[in-house]
């Protein structure tokens, strides 16, 4: 069982920056062994996948972000970041730590999720 919980947001003006944290509790096994990830839903949209960070620690990135976001994770204090650089704002939404596994690929449905933190861009 993993618990999440999100900080780190707030509003921001377009060119901006802000960093997202995520702490995880794992009741059983280990957070290494966890695929961890950041989505982000906007009113009216489909849920998107920003990025995500495999138990090696590789990183993938969607087009919309890559270049301007980062995502890292501090295993040994079991927290996962999302660093967001340039602001836009599109980049306005909900966003959401989630976990898939332990083990396994990143890519597919993730089983844990934290409650969600606002972000908002402001041109």
């Known amino acids: 069982q993993v618990q999440l919980v999100e900080s780190g947001g707030g509003s921001v003006q377009a060119g901006g920056s802000l960093r997202l944290s995520c702490a995880a509790s794992?009741?059983?096994?280990?957070?290494?062994?966890?695929?961890m990830a950041w989505f982000r839903q906007a009113p009216g949209k489909e849920r998107e996948k920003v990025a995500h960070?495999?138990?090696?620690?590789?990183?993938t990135y969607s087009d919309s972000v890559k270049g301007r976001f980062t995502i890292s994770r501090d295993n040994p204090k079991n927290t996962l970041s999302l660093e967001m650089n340039s602001l836009k704002p599109e980049d306005s939404a909900m966003y959401y730590c989630a976990a898939r596994g332990p083990y396994g690929v990143c890519r597919g449905d993730y089983n844990y999720w934290g409650q969600g933190t606002q972000v908002t861009v402001s041109s």
């Open positions: 794992v009741s059983r096994d280990n957070y290494m062994w966890y695929c």
């Open positions: 960070i495999d138990q090696g620690g590789i990183t």
